[in-house]
């Protein structure tokens, strides 16, 4: 009789005990019902967690979140699958958002379909300039650039100005060439000035664009450039990305993105690399890093060389089917020292543009110099695209972290061994090599040169594959990420890369409240599926910036 008294008496005490406890916190939004990739130390995985003040104040099981925690918004996942926010790591944000405004010129046939899209936008705009994006001769039946003199008849007496998708080409009409004053012969370090018989064809490649630069300044407004924006992050909210590291940004347009940020209609965060300028490094180098939670500025992009398909990414070797053609570096070699120099000293990250292995052998060296051995300053190179074996071990000795955009491999395998011949293709798209040698890698996509989406970072990483499944066996298998890796690579891999760990890239005690949800499992579903899977919802702070109606 005692002994039961007793038991009923401590069943008493615990009840009471739970009860008391049961949902007694209250918190902003709970949710529940999911199978949740936490990302953490040992890539945990939840059933529910809760989120207060934008932050992640716990995850758990389904029942001891539900049990704990009580809030007027309760999120049923539907067994649906959430993910840390995805962080774009190299990206041009901003001037995908201008594009999105402009004359859209990917996936063109041939140069007749350039001149015809831009007739009917042409038609559909009073803008003083007319601005188009995203041409690929590499697409076209005949694979030569064009030169400007249809688009001269076409557009006699107002500025033209086409981008070639990877950004490091345009065309312009006469127009424009008489507005910025480029004339025959005129020379550009680290670009060309097109001529063909001994006349200007319209097309500027590299530095050479920075002519064409100026003039396009004036028609380019904080309204124009805000629309954008709003566009863009409208764009990447839909396909759940979460941060942007946007690979270029003069001081100006970070100051507009902090006040739009600040006045709440930017809700992306933003890494902001500052594009290498006299003026910008002037100023920040003098008032130091900016960081607030939605913005970063502690970084430097300089390029050192072009790119493939355009044949301005800087060689070893000779181009294997152009063999007069090396590429060449963007700048002197004096200018990327002293940038070194003065990024190490000003405690700046700096973050190399480097596609070919020239321009990768040489910038490891720069880097080598400055950084003398491991350290925790996590500088990177964007792109590495083909990189030798004894580079690759730099990456390692001096903690450089490789900054890759899957999605190049893809759509460059096509033709990338015309470009370098076989035996250069076990250099190329060292995706795997990278990731052994240093312990991370940090994805992202380059958009506007690709699309923005990060299931297609994602499945190109794993599969190696185009959309449509081929080459059946990948390309360069041997070269694949793991779909953990993968993960990794667009969420805490990246979030180091940016010196943002401990607020992001993971859903932990404290982070930030930035995630997706999606129909399926990217790292269960059939691998051609991938592409297809659908997002469901995403949130910044805790806030849905997306739903899927
Ligand atoms: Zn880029």
Not at 524 to 549: C, F, L, Q, W
């Amino acid at each position: 009789m005692i002994k039961m008294f007793r038991a009923t008496f401590s069943l008493l005490v615990i009840l009471s005990l739970v009860s008391c406890n049961y949902k007694n916190i209250e918190v902003d939004m709970i949710v529940h019902n999911a199978k949740v990739y936490t990302v953490d130390e040992e890539f945990s995985i939840a059933e529910a967690f809760a989120i207060k003040d934008g932050k992640v104040v716990e995850l758990g099981a389904e029942r001891a979140i539900m049990n704990k925690y009580r809030s007027e918004n309760v999120i049923d996942a539907k067994k649906q699958f959430v993910y840390p926010g995805f962080i774009d790591a190299h990206c041009h944000f901003l001037y995908y958002g201008l594009g999105l405004t402009s004359a859209d010129l990917v996936g063109t046939t041939s140069w007749n379909d350039v001149l015809e899209r831009m007739q009917i936008f042409s038609l559909g705009t009073n803008e003083a300039l007319l601005y188009g994006i995203g041409w690929d001769q590499n697409d076209w039946e005949v694979e030569e650039f064009p030169d400007n003199t249809r688009l001269n008849e076409l557009f006699p007496d107002r500025p033209v100005i086409l981008r070639r998708i990877d950004g490091h080409a345009v065309i312009v009409n006469d127009f424009a060439l008489k507005m910025a004053n480029i004339e025959v012969g005129q020379i550009v370090e680290g670009g060309i000035v097109e001529l063909k018989n001994g006349k200007l064809t319209g097309i500027l490649i590299d530095n050479a664009m920075d002519l064409i630069e100026e003039i396009l300044a004036p028609y380019m407004n904080d309204d124009d450039i805000k629309n954008g924006l709003l566009k863009a992050q409208k764009n990447c909210f839909e396909v759940g990305i979460t941060t942007v590291d946007d690979a270029g940004l003069d001081r100006s347009q970070i100051e507009l993105i902090d006040a739009m940020q600040k006045e709440g209609s930017l809700k992306m965060r933003v890494y902001a690399m500052i594009a290498d300028h006299p003026d910008n490094l002037d100023y920040y180098f003098s008032n130091g890093p900016v960081k607030t939670d939605r913005l970063n500025v502690r970084s430097v992009k300089v390029y050192a060389d072009g790119a493939l398909g355009s044949r301005g990414a800087s060689l070893l070797e000779p181009y294997s089917d152009k063999p007069e053609e090396w590429g060449f570096l963007l700048a002197s070699f004096d200018h990327y020292d002293s940038l070194a120099a003065s990024c190490y000293k000003n405690g700046f990250q700096l973050n190399t543009h480097c596609i070919g292995d020239s321009a990768n052998r040489y910038l490891t060296d720069v880097y080598a110099k400055v950084l003398g051995g491991t350290n925790d300053l996590r500088w990177r190179i964007e792109h590495a695209q083909i990189v030798t074996e004894i580079d690759i071990q730099k990456f390692k000795d001096f903690s450089i972290i490789p900054s890759i955009q899957p999605t190049h491999a893809t759509s460059d395998m096509y033709w990338a061994e015309e470009r370098l011949g076989m035996e250069r293709m076990n250099e190329a798209y060292p995706y795997q090599s990278l990731l052994k040698a240093n312990g991370l890698v940090a994805l992202g996509t380059d958009f506007p040169v690709e699309d923005i989406d990060p299931l297609k970072t994602f499945y190109a990483a794993v599969a190696r594959k185009d959309l449509k499944g081929y080459p059946e066996g990948s390309f360069l298998p041997e070269q694949k990420l793991s779909r953990k890796e993968a993960l990794m690579g667009m969420t805490i891999w990246a979030a180091l890369s940016n010196f943002e760990e401990m607020e992001k890239g993971s859903l932990e005690l404290g982070k930030f409240a930035d995630f997706v949800i999606l129909e399926q499992d990217i790292m269960s579903v059939d691998e051609i599926h991938i592409p297809e899977i659908k997002v469901m919802a995403t949130y910044v702070n805790g806030e849905v910036v997306y739903k899927r109606k």
